[in-house]
């Protein structure tokens, strides 16, 4: 059955939105994506002063964007608006969504209640016939403070943009290390990876440049992002990745859990109830509980290349096996809608 999806989300070329109407697209669904980054200062023109207007002028710029998104809305009827976490949306703005969408769902894979990087108007989350979101553990606080149906939709990977992939030996000798981090700076993470001064870690992500002066003399810090193939590369380029979950988000899992191990890499993750659901520990994934044994298990797993590949291999093989593509979660959220119809 075909149905009518409105996405609001993100136009950057890194962003969810665009891969995920072509997801739907791709099994024969009619999707339009209405991008709301369009609006902001930064998206024009990116710089520190564009991205001073965007925060200081937040208001006017929501203003504008709930403004055109309900006319967007008025001239057409959707069966679903698939709302992508819904930063700038107002709850007004979804209640008049209604008129013209049969259903309604935020898929969010941060945490809706996280304190550092809300994205979303809290009474708005009342106003969602459904919540998507990989959190399992969060669900009944979830439903206490309103959702009306969660469904767990877990992470993706990419299967065009994160595989194996072989590395030109240059190409490598720049990108790779004994070790990377790949993920955005928090205090809890450089605490952690301080502890590993006596180890080859290239660390890739944002707003490192937070990090303590101490730090930054330690480690090699990239000041930048890997995305999609720069992450396969940077993968495939390195012995081992360590993970380190976010606190703010609440994570028990995150997406590297299933991308690094889509990439063919090696991964050492912190150990949930979660994880090890997901993957049989020491045989498709190594995890740590504390400093001391994430030290310890980097020197081991450095050491035993044999270990490491055949652990990694096997990760890959359970991912890649195990229908986690993001097209899989398209059909998953369009099979859920369906049902309703």
Not at 131 to 148: N, T
Request: hydrophobic share 35%.
């Amino acid at each position: 059955m075909k149905i009518k999806i409105l996405i609001y989300g993100e136009g950057y070329w890194y962003g969810l939105g665009v891969p995920l109407k072509k997801a739907f697209e791709s099994i024969g669904h009619d999707v339009n994506l209405f991008d709301w980054t369009k609006y902001l200062f930064r998206t024009k023109k990116a710089n520190l002063v564009n991205r001073i207007f965007d925060r200081f002028l937040f208001a006017k710029v929501a203003d504008k964007i709930n403004k055109n998104f309900q006319e967007y809305i008025k001239h057409n009827r959707y069966d679903l608006l698939l709302v992508l976490q819904g930063k700038h949306l107002y709850s007004e703005t979804l209640k008049f969504a209604k008129e013209n969408c049969t259903n309604i769902a935020n898929w969010n894979i941060d945490d809706f209640y996280n304190p550092n990087v809300r994205t979303i108007d809290l009474d708005s989350f009342k106003q969602y016939d459904w919540i998507f979101s990989p959190r399992k553990h969060l669900f009944d606080e979830y439903a206490k403070r309103g959702a009306q149906r969660i469904e767990c939709i877990n992470w993706f990977y990419y299967p065009g943009r994160q595989y194996p992939i072989n590395v030109e030996v240059r190409e490598a000798d720049k990108l790779g290390s004994d070790i990377a981090f790949i993920g955005t700076w928090s205090k809890y993470r450089e605490n952690t990876l301080v502890k590993l001064e006596d180890l080859n870690l290239k660390v890739w992500g944002s707003s490192w440049h937070k990090a303590k002066k101490e730090f930054k003399n330690k480690f090699k810090l990239m000041y930048q992002e890997a995305w999609f193939e720069e992450m396969s590369k940077v993968i495939n380029s390195t012995k081992m990745i360590v993970d380190i979950l976010t606190r703010e988000n609440r994570d028990t899992t995150n997406l590297k859990n299933f991308q690094v191990p889509a990439c063919g890499g090696f991964l050492l993750t912190q150990r949930t109830s979660e994880i090890l659901e997901l993957f049989e520990e020491e045989k498709e994934v190594v995890c740590y509980s504390s400093i001391e044994e994430l030290k310890s298990k980097c020197k081991y797993y450095l050491l035993h290349e044999a270990d490491r590949k055949k652990i990694a291999s096997d990760a890959h093989k359970k991912v890649i096996n195990g229908r986690n593509t993001l097209l899989d979660r398209a059909m998953q959220i369009s099979n859920i809608i369906k049902d309703q119809m």
